[in-house]
């Protein structure tokens, strides 16, 4: 989902959810957000974690076993998609 969307879903301004993925410390490329394009213009928000993040906040634990979670899930899913390729 693209910055304004995701922004307007999980209830901050574009500027702020642009300022937690610049610092680095909260939203994680990769995980939180990915650069679409060669040209790094273009970036899209996973709405899931960005919605867990928001609603764990005050327990970052929490969202870490979110993340871990999500990982897992992505990672069968892709081997799962290799094993029908044969």
């Known amino acids: 989902m693209k910055t304004a969307d995701a ?3 999980i209830g ?4 702020c959810l642009k300022n937690y993925r610049l ?3 909260f939203l994680i490329e990769g995980i939180h957000w990915v650069y679409v394009n060669s040209g790094r213009r273009t970036i899209l928000y996973n709405v899931e974690l960005l919605s867990d993040w928001v609603a764990t906040r005050a327990d970052p634990e ?3 076993r979110t993340i871990e979670f999500y990982l897992h899930a992505q990672s069968s899913k892709r081997a799962k998609k ?3 390729q044969r």
Request: hydrophobic share 20%.
């Open 62 to 64: 929490q969202h870490q």
């Open 23 to 25: 610092k680095k410390k």
């Open 12 to 15: 901050l301004s574009p500027s």
């Open 7 to 9: 922004a307007k879903l």
């Open 82 to 84: 290799r094993g029908r």
